[in-house]
């Protein structure tokens, strides 16, 4: 198929998180059909509730900082779905995607015709199947694999990793994961491997004792000095037992800190130079993630799509703006907690505007203010017509379009 069609095929297998089916078998079948390509070269798995995405750019980018030739797959995409499937740090053509599909389709259709599975791989499991049959091709030395939806039965988690990261855990797709930090933390605990090393990032102390391996690193036992927060990043040094690693990061949010760390730690386990590590994580980028996108007035793109996201966001709004006029641009989708998220956001927005994706999970915007009343409010049923608002944001205002990775998608294009 050419690629419009194949896209086309994709969306008509459901929405990926709707029709999500956990479980590894329907993924092993079809990868051994196509001769197991995630065992082609080593990989690093991450898991998290937050973060996991940036702590995969961070590590992309420095292993090709090294010398690697990287493979990054990552999701939701923003506006392409090839950029779920990367190499050498940038997404694949859209040739090669489409070249992919018919591959991995085709042995879906011979496995469904032998019997051995009972209906088409879902969205996620074939592009994830894609993924690893175009890191084959491109012959990656390095892959960076983040989990699509909590852990142990991600359709990732059929890879035998070098390394294993889980990125702070919070309360986020319940209905799948269970009702408890503790429940979620045991699916995102499924990752870990025997004999292979896990570096643990911040976590909440309640859930600690559910991650365990034999070679664990947690990352709260490094000592964080002379930190400086900025509206574009941070600067700090971590030290233990006689390593010093000085990271600049370049992704905004205090809760960066975190995850160039736990980014930076990994790269260490693995033997990567602090001098490498410093370097590459000075050159990651993560668009849609409190990501500065235009200047006069400012305005960030932020995809914090839950609670806890949300009050990084507004820990961000309240360290660097007190006292500015902040405009929000906000849609979000009917599965999120929209009264924890926008509690955190709206009681500082001096304008808001609500939105909605062009997506059938998108919330509408009167559920939004019927559920989250406000003073000063406008809806745009269109993410173009919010966007077009901003012009008459005042220059000294800040901005920022939040609530759902699909809502910055659709508003990344248009403000660059």
Excluded at 16 to 43: D, F, M, W, Y
Excluded at 240 to 265: F, R, W, Y
Aim: hydrophobic share 40%; glycine share 8%.
């Amino acid at each position: 198929m050419d690629f419009p069609s194949s896209v086309q095929y994709l969306y008509s297998l459901g929405n990926e998180v709707k029709t999500i089916k956990l479980g590894l078998e329907p993924i092993r079948h079809l990868l051994a059909a196509l001769g197991n390509p995630q065992n082609s070269c080593p990989v690093i798995h991450v898991a998290g509730t937050n973060g996991k995405g940036s702590v995969c750019s961070m590590l992309e980018s420095t292993l090709r900082e090294e010398g690697f030739r990287t493979g990054f797959y990552t999701s939701p995409h923003l506006v392409n779905p090839t950029e779920r499937i990367r190499v050498a740090g940038q997404p694949v053509s859209e040739h090669d995607f489409s070249r992919a599909f018919d591959v991995v389709h085709a042995a879906a259709n011979s496995l469904l015709s032998a019997g051995s599975i009972d209906s088409h791989p879902t969205y996620f499991e074939t592009v994830t199947a894609m993924g690893f049959w175009l890191f084959r091709e491109a012959k990656v030395e390095r892959l960076v694999v983040e989990v699509g939806l909590g852990g142990r039965l991600d359709a990732t988690n059929i890879v035998d990793p070098i390394l294993s990261i889980i990125t702070p855990v919070d309360l986020d797709h319940q209905q799948y994961l269970g009702d408890t930090l503790e429940q979620i933390a045991g699916e995102k605990a499924g990752i870990i491997k025997p004999g292979r090393p896990v570096v643990l990032g911040l976590q909440h102390p309640e859930i600690k004792h559910l991650f365990v391996s034999d070679d664990l690193e947690d990352v709260s036992t490094w000592q964080i000095s002379e930190l400086e927060l900025r509206v574009d990043g941070c600067h700090y040094r971590a030290t233990k037992e006689g390593v010093e690693l000085e990271i600049d990061c370049p992704l905004a949010g205090g809760h960066q800190v975190g995850n160039s760390l736990a980014a930076a730690v990994a790269l260490n386990r693995l033997g990567i130079s602090p001098a490498t590590i410093r370097a590459g994580i000075a050159k990651a980028v993560w668009p849609g993630r409190l990501e500065l996108i235009r200047r006069d007035p400012l305005v960030y793109l932020d995809g914090a799509h839950n609670a806890s996201a949300a009050r990084r966001l507004r820990q961000f709004m309240d360290r660097h703006f007190q006292g500015r006029e902040i405009w929000i641009v906000f849609g979000v989708m009917r599965d999120k907690d929209v009264t924890e998220i926008a509690g955190e956001l709206f009681p500082v927005a001096s304008r808001l505007i609500l939105t909605r994706a062009n997506q059938q999970r998108s919330l509408e915007t009167e559920s939004i203010l019927a559920l989250c009343p406000h003073p000063k409010v406008q809806i745009c049923e269109q993410v173009q017509d919010a966007v077009a608002l901003l012009a008459t944001a005042p220059k000294d205002a800040v901005v920022f379009i939040t609530g759902s990775l699909f809502v910055v998608g659709e508003a990344r294009p248009l403000l660059q």
